[in-house]
């Protein structure tokens, strides 16, 4: 019998179908047989398979890892040319440059490995369960249509309402010190495991920074990092981060040295933003406190007596603290006519003058009643 030119048969020289039909041994039940040898078989399919998910996982945290690592080698080395060099920057900049080249290596010793297994992959002998797939199935799935990204309004209230909601769960969470008490936290509350968390967490910091609660701050950044590192797991992976979490403590708890000093990394980082926002605030609450007591002190010209004052000549000044209405008379009459027209409105007009009542400073008047 003579084949079709053109067409490929060698595709079919490593099929492996066991025969039903087979007869092995009377002694022997030969539907348990086949069963056994076919969980066997599903068995491998599945280890294989986990073995591939396992290996892209850990090549994009691998680059995950790289790029922030590049990313901070950049900064050193900008921050080294612009002249901050220090012999403590220097070790640390001979650090990420090795953990750079380590990083490299590693990935491309992942891809290697990636490599290899879809070569093993496409050698594996075809069975009855990969010999066909279904032509002219078709399945109907109710997916949830995808909602358009919110708007910051949204955002916001959505912070709002949750926080509302969980504030007290937060906090208790922010106080855990240890691993596994955290995990086993978010594994009783995984609704904790999204962003809104990481967010208040930090705002929380902000108020404890301005409190001066300094340890307890520090140790909320912490677990406001821990938030983070599982939200950008979840990110790289492609999955909801309440999937991913045991996947964090996992690691983190193995003492990974590169993965323990980058989480450390970024929590120093976390604390600088956060007593920079502290400060931030604090001067603005002290701008408006400053402003609302000027405004408390005005004149009924508008102008502030305390600024009028340091801008009037020494002998006006020296009249005002000494409480001495005739000195001032006697230094405005010193002045030039305009002069002292221009010092003595701004003086009525702030109120350090009342003309009706004959006398100084209100201030003054009230201090000595």
């Given at each position: ?49 986990q073995k591939g998910e396992d290996l ?59 490599e290899e297994h879809r070569r093993e ?249």
């Amino acid at each position: 019998m003579t084949t079709q030119p053109g067409i490929d048969y060698s595709v079919w020289d490593h099929i492996y179908v066991s025969d039903d039909e087979d007869v092995t041994s009377p002694f022997v039940d030969t539907p348990s047989l086949f069963r056994m040898r076919h969980r066997s078989r599903l068995e491998k399919m599945a280890e294989f398979q986990q073995k591939g998910e396992d290996l892209a996982a850990n090549f994009a945290e691998c680059k995950r890892l790289l790029e922030e690592a590049q990313e901070r080698l950049k900064e050193l080395e900008v921050g080294g040319k612009e002249g901050h060099v220090d012999e403590d920057r220097e070790a640390y900049l001979r650090k990420i440059r090795a953990e750079v080249r380590k990083l490299k290596e590693d990935e491309s010793s992942f891809e290697k490995m990636i490599e290899e297994h879809r070569r093993e992959e496409k050698e594996l002998p075809w069975n009855v369960d990969t010999i066909s797939k279904e032509g002219f199935s078709k399945s109907v799935l109710n997916f949830k249509p995808l909602r358009k990204e919110d708007t910051e309004e949204e955002k916001v209230e959505k912070h709002k309402t949750f926080v509302q909601k969980h504030a007290k769960q937060i906090k208790h969470f922010g106080m855990l010190r240890r691993w596994d008490d955290s995990q086993k936290y978010l594994s009783d509350n995984p609704h904790l495991v999204c962003e809104e968390t990481a967010n208040y967490l930090v705002v929380i910091c902000i108020d404890l920074e301005i409190d001066e609660k300094r340890a307890l701050m520090e140790q909320v950044a912490h677990q406001a990092i821990v938030m983070k590192f599982i939200l950008e797991l979840a990110r790289v992976l492609k999955v909801d981060p309440r999937g991913c979490f045991r996947q964090f403590f996992s690691k983190i708890k193995m003492a990974d040295k590169l993965y323990q000093d980058n989480f450390n990394h970024e929590l120093e980082l976390l604390k600088e933003r956060v007593r920079s926002c502290a400060q931030t605030r604090m001067d603005s609450a002290m701008k408006e406190l400053e402003e609302e007591e000027k405004q408390e002190r005005l004149g009924p010209g508008g102008l502030d007596p305390v600024e009028v004052y340091k801008s009037l000549p020494k002998e006006i000044q020296r009249s005002f603290d000494e409480k001495n209405i005739q000195m001032l008379q006697e230094a405005i009459r010193n002045l030039d006519p305009e002069e002292g027209k221009y010092h003595l409105m701004r003086c009525i007009d702030s109120g350090l003058w009342v003309p009706d009542s004959g006398e100084g400073c209100n201030e003054d008047d009230e201090e000595e009643n």
